[in-house]
Nanobody
Framework: QVQLVESGGGLVQAGGSLRLSCASS????????MAWYRRAPGKQRGLVAF???????EYLDSVKGRFTISRDSAKNTVYLQMNSLKPEDTAVYYC????????????????WGQGTQVTVSS
């Protein structure tokens, strides 16, 4: 069974940086796209960024130029480098393994991590 374990969240001041990590077990990491989602207080969970096995990336418009998603196949780990953080980035961030077509990412329900809290103070 695939397990996804996030780490790296915390409290940071606006303008600061954090790097989230998602360690994965199993073969799904090397054959599936991986994504980061977030759920802000009072809002639904939404896609932040995803990366395909070949390294193609897509981002939520509001994080373009500030966040970078990457993957290390040797470590079965996907990262989210978050720079220039804003208070509106405050959320629980989740890692997911999914499916991908030409332009869309589809999360797999069985492959969610437990989430890591990111809090950005103003």
């Amino acid at each position: 069974q695939v397990q996804l374990v996030e780490s790296g969240g915390g409290l940071v001041q606006a303008g600061g940086s954090l790097r989230l990590s998602c360690a994965s077990s199993g073969a799904i990491f090397n054959s599936n796209p991986m994504a980061w989602y977030r759920r802000a207080p009072g809002k639904q969970r939404g896609l932040v960024a995803f990366i395909t096995p070949r390294g193609r990336t897509e981002y939520l418009d509001s994080v373009k130029g500030r966040f970078t998603i990457s993957r290390d196949s040797a470590k079965n780990t996907v990262y989210l480098q978050m720079n220039s953080l804003k208070p509106e980035d405050t959320a629980v961030y989740y890692c997911n393994a999914g499916l991908y077509d030409s332009s869309n990412y589809y999360p797999l329900d069985d492959y969610w991590g437990q989430g890591t809290q990111v809090t950005v103070s103003s």
